[in-house]
């Protein structure tokens, strides 16, 4: 019999609950006995759901983008503590073998007490196996200090913010009687029996292979279930389109300019504004709260994002190329990687007066090399199914199934 799986979505934004959703889906269509965790304000995305639905408590999302933005550990350590009792209580009621989490980090605590196998849904860009370029996100020190200062300071800096961001959860660590994960942020956000990577490793220039601890899934490819608008049989096949997005984490107060921006161009933008608001009647714009992605990416030319690994790894699988504007080190990380493979390019907020955006949108709608690096991609991403190596994943992680 197929082994009982918890999956945890800790749906701070809509990629930690798209990634365990999609899998549970599938998790269920194999046959398996499957419960997925998610916060009420998921409620909305999980109307067809066909497994069982636990309902978490808030995760506070507004402050969690707030001490992002600022450079604050994400949770402190009351919050990861009321985070690993809520996990225990679960744990204990459902009695899964196997527990799957998307940025749970408690579940390093909680599963491990519960003698639980634990696997974590990440990037591979987070494990330490690598060695990027760590470019400065946008803290609150860059419209003061400049580019260039800000990353001198950071670069100087970055091991002792990652350790200062590392301390709630090692101090959730110890007051559970377990030992430290060390200064490296990075080993916070992939400690787990398995790290399930929803990435494919050339994009990390590695062979076609895994990681020790780590198994690489592929893209795990998700959008809303949400019709199509009213409006999409107006858009002309004639004319190139522009898929514009900065997701549930993006900043929406960005998206007004980013389309008066791009209306300089000779196309039409598809803009799903997550709750932005936007001028009414801008000619060539057409807008919507939420959007199926993975639709209107196969339809677009170019894909702008918050550089996010979702909505990027969406565009690339449909043969697209992306341009970013970032904002957090998640992305800047995801884009630092896809750009070293020719798939897109970043433009920082703190540019977008320059006419930046244009410059770089401009050159990417008449470079076909971008197009035939994001289609080369795309092929390899087509090698990669997911469920196929999840199931591999949980035969290792419960054997006895």
């Known amino acids: 019999m197929p082994p009982k799986i918890l999956l945890m979505a800790h749906d701070v934004t809509l990629a930690h609950l798209g990634r365990p959703l999609r899998l549970a889906e599938g998790l269920i269509a194999d046959g398996h006995d499957v419960t997925l965790a998610a916060s009420a304000e998921s409620a909305r995305f999980l109307q067809q759901f066909p497994g069982r639905v636990h309902r978490l408590a808030s995760t506070g999302k507004a402050r969690f983008i707030d001490n992002l933005a600022k450079g604050r550990p994400v949770f402190d350590f009351e919050t990861l503590k009321r985070f690993a009792e ?25 599963a491990r007490r519960a003698g639980v196998p634990y696997a974590t849904i990440t990037n591979a860009y987070w494990s330490p196996a690598f060695t990027p370029r760590f470019v400065v996100p946008d803290l609150p020190m860059l419209p003061y200090l400049g580019v260039g200062i800000s990353q001198f300071l950071f670069d100087l800096a970055r091991p002792f913010a990652f350790a200062y961001l590392a301390r709630p959860m090692n101090a959730l660590r110890r007051h559970y009687g377990m030992p430290s994960l060390g200064h490296d942020l990075r080993r916070i956000y992939t400690d787990a029996d398995l790290a399930l990577f929803s990435d494919v490793p050339q994009i990390y220039a590695l062979p076609d292979g895994d990681l020790p601890g780590s198994v690489f899934l592929g893209p795990i490819g998700w959008s809303p279930d949400v019709p199509l608008p009213d409006w999409w049989g107006r858009l002309d096949p004639r004319r190139p389109l522009i898929y514009v997005t900065l997701g549930s984490s993006g900043d929406g107060k960005l998206l007004p300019d980013i389309i008066r921006q791009l209306g300089v161009l000779d196309a039409q933008l598809v803009v799903a504004t997550a709750g932005a608001t936007l001028a009414a009647g801008l000619p060539d714009v057409f807008a919507a709260d939420y959007l199926p992605g993975e639709q209107v990416a196969a339809r677009a030319n ?88 999840l199931a591999t994943a949980i035969a290792k992680l419960c054997p006895s199934h």
């Open 302 to 389: 170019l894909v702008i994002c918050n550089g996010g690994s979702p909505t990027s790894s969406q565009a690339i699988a449909q043969g697209v190329p992306v341009l970013a504007v970032p904002g957090n080190l998640d992305q800047y990380l995801n884009m630092h990687y896809l750009e070293k493979c020719g798939l897109g390019l970043t433009v920082r907020n703190q540019n977008l007066g320059d006419g930046l955006l244009v410059t770089a949108a401009r050159r990417m709608l008449n470079n076909p090399e971008f197009r035939r690096n994001a289609q080369r991609y795309a092929e390899i991403f087509r090698r990669y199914d997911p469920q196929a190596r």
């Open 86 to 110: 809520e996990d225990e209580a679960l744990l204990a009621s459902l009695q899964p073998e196997l527990v799957i989490g998307d940025f749970r980090l408690s579940l390093s605590v909680s």
